[in-house]
Each structure stands twice: as structure tokens, then as C-alpha cells.
């Protein structure tokens, strides 16, 4: 079974950045498309940004310029990097992956990111 284990959040000032990592762990899989997803509260999730197995990316608007996706294959890692975070980037942010061959879609259990004004 593939699990996903997010890491890298926390509180930061407005400004600064923060690096989120997402390693996916089990046996005998390969990741088709990756990337992130955030839910702020009382607001419903939303994607923040998606990378595909070559390497395509693609952006919410909201954070193109400021953040960066990028994953390395051979360790099943995905990365988010944020830089000129805001407040209204606050929210608990789920790293996702769907799985080549059978397309299961696998969540991680979240990393909250608060961004203090």
C-alpha cells in the first residue's frame, strides 16, 4: 500500500518561505502526476500546483511566480517551495498522488502552513 508523508510546514511571516516535502512510501508503484492541494478554513481544498512524471507544471494563479514544484523520481519525492508567502496562503496543505497503471488516487494526511501578517 502507498502511503504519503508530508513534511516542512509551520508558522512563517509574511515574506518569508517555506519548503514542503512529500515522500511516498510502499512497494512495486511508480507516480503518474503529483502535487499539492491546500484547504483554508471554512473554504473548500483547492489545487495549489501539479508536476507530471516528465516534469509539466501547473499552477493555481494565485501562487504562480511565488511558489515551485519539483519532484526527484527516484526517491518518490515532491517538493513545494514558497516564497513571498502571505496570510492568505494560511491553510493545511495535502500532498497528492495518482498512481500510473491503475490511476488510484493516494492523499497524504496534511501539513498546516500559517503565514502571520
Known amino acids: 500500500q502507498v502511503q504519503l508523508v508530508e513534511s516542512g510546514g509551520g508558522l512563517v511571516q509574511a515574506g518569508g518561505s517555506l519548503r514542503l516535502s512529500c515522500a511516498a512510501s510502499?512497494?512495486?508503484?511508480?507516480?503518474?502526476?503529483t502535487g499539492w492541494y491546500r484547504q483554508a478554513p471554512g473554504k473548500q481544498r483547492e489545487v495549489v500546483a501539479r508536476?507530471?512524471?516528465?516534469?509539466?507544471?501547473n499552477y493555481a494563479d494565485s501562487v504562480k511566480g511565488r511558489f515551485t514544484i519539483s519532484r526527484d523520481n527516484a526517491k518518490n519525492i515532491v517538493y513545494l517551495q514558497m516564497s513571498s508567502l502571505k496570510p492568505e496562503d494560511t491553510a493545511v496543505y495535502y500532498c497528492?498522488?495518482?498512481?500510473?497503471?491503475?490511476?488510484?488516487?493516494?492523499w497524504g494526511q496534511g501539513t498546516l502552513v500559517t503565514v502571520s501578517s
Open positions: 497528492n498522488a495518482v498512481l500510473s497503471l491503475t490511476y488510484k488516487e493516494i
Open positions: 508536476i507530471a512524471s516528465a516534469g509539466r507544471t
Open positions: 510502499g512497494s512495486g508503484f511508480s507516480i503518474a502526476t
